[in-house]
């Protein structure tokens, strides 16, 4: 292990959420370290290949957070931890322990994604996994797409794939059409994002876009060949390349979890200032509860601000207006999005559940515990640690969390970087 490193501050995540909160407490004269696993920061919302790509919000913050003085480790990610206040950081295959007055958790979120006939065939991806690969280069000219699961990210991703010259040839959406009015029209005093959706629709609007519909199985040899769709009260058979498949997103709070921290449903439970249950540790953006980028950016202000002792800040209106106003909208996002019963009940006996220990849906028992099937099947316990199978098994059997145990990832190789404007 090499030597340690010390730090005012460490901020896992180096997303909107995490920009901000680096950006807050070096501007307040703290000597920031931020760790995530990207090449570059921005996270998954802002994955890029040169800044030119970004939004301006998104240079706005990494440039505050780069003149401000904070760090930034490519490629890197916690493992495990000695305590509140010492993290042990895999930075590309050299290990070291990082010592910190505060830590500000902005880890995200995951996609959920629930189990059907051929999810485990090459093609078939999340959503946000398809827009990441297309974000990173991968050519979509041509490629015959089909988009199927729940939340506004259907949208953004439909109309980038679209833009790119795929033929995204279909897009199903699980919520009905009534909970769809009804969010739409929640959105009353926020026509920003209802502009948005608007834009993001017309960029793909030859392509048919149906609620009450979701993927129900996958078919290929050895790579996705085509998907069958519901819609409404038929399905519909697609021949297709790629097949994008997630229902929502779920919070990454294994860290808090690891931590000690309280959780609240899912997500790590914080208080007026994003603090968490453990003295020393705040959390920020996705990880604390699904909302979007513009109320992470301001649980992020709050959360730098608070770590580095600037409370007035923390407390400043605007930004509490923007965070409360943001956790409003998430909370009408789990209702109009939750996944439906059918699609809690498409795996045959013989899908696949657990990728990682090739357990088969057939191979639980639904009134076992979760404890009884780790032990007689060893779901969850393979190198994800339940990281997809795990928000799966919770919707589908209503179990909680796996326990978190270290490793938290896998070790990787290499070098590292400390700089906010590394290329890779």
């Not at 995951?110 to 065939?121: A, H, N, S």
């Not at 979007?292 to 209106?317: K, S, V």
């Not at 106003?325 to 795996?347: I, K, M, S």
């Amino acid at each position: 292990m090499s030597e340690r490193r010390r730090v005012d501050i460490v901020v896992v995540g180096a997303g909107p959420a995490g920009l901000a909160a680096a950006a807050a407490a070096a501007a307040r004269g703290r000597r920031v370290l931020v760790i995530d696993q990207g090449l570059r920061p921005g996270g998954q919302v802002w994955r890029h290949q040169s800044e030119a790509e970004l939004p301006a919000r998104a240079r706005t913050l990494m440039v505050r957070a780069r003149n401000a003085g904070a760090t930034f480790a490519a490629e890197a990610r916690v493992v495990d931890i000695n305590s509140a206040h010492e993290l042990i950081v895999d930075f590309r295959g050299r290990i070291a322990p990082v010592g910190t007055e505060s830590i500000v958790l902005a880890t995200g979120a995951r996609e959920r994604f629930l189990p059907f006939p051929g999810w485990t065939l090459p093609g078939v991806m999340g959503v946000g996994g398809l827009q990441a690969l297309y974000k990173s280069g991968l050519r979509m000219t041509g490629k015959r797409i089909v988009i199927g699961g729940t939340g506004p990210l259907l949208l953004p991703v439909a109309a980038a794939l679209a833009h790119a010259g795929a033929d995204v040839r279909f897009v199903a959406e699980q919520a009905g059409a009534a909970a769809l009015l009804r969010f739409g029209a929640s959105l009353g005093f926020s026509p920003a994002k209802l502009l948005e959706g608007a834009r993001y629709r017309g960029a793909f609007l030859s392509t048919p876009y149906r609620t009450n519909s979701w993927i129900v199985a996958a078919a290929g040899e050895g790579r996705l060949r085509s998907v069958t769709v519901q819609t409404g009260k038929r399905q519909v058979e697609f021949d297709c390349d790629f097949a994008a498949a997630a229902m929502g997103l779920v919070p990454n709070a294994e860290l808090a979890q690891l931590l000690g921290c309280v959780m609240q449903d899912d997500a790590i439970g914080v208080g007026a200032l994003q603090e968490t249950s453990v003295a020393g540790v705040f959390a920020a953006g996705e990880c604390t509860g699904v909302k979007g980028d513009d109320a992470g950016i301001a649980e992020g202000e709050i959360a730098g601000a608070a770590a580095a002792g600037d409370l007035r800040a923390a407390r400043h209106a605007a930004l509490v207006s923007r965070r409360d106003a943001g956790r409003r909208f998430g909370a009408r996002l789990a209702t109009t999005f939750a996944p439906r019963r059918e699609v809690l009940t498409l795996a045959a006996p013989d899908t696949i559940l657990c990728r990682c220990e090739d357990v088969a849906c057939g191979a639980i028992q639904p009134e076992w515990s979760q404890r009884q099937a780790k032990l007689w099947t060893r779901v969850g316990m393979g190198v994800c640690q339940g990281a997809v199978c795990g928000p799966a098994c919770s919707a589908m059997f209503g179990w909680q969390g796996n326990a978190v145990r270290p490793p938290l990832h896998s070790p990787a190789v290499g070098g590292w970087s400390e700089s906010l404007t590394h290329e890779g």
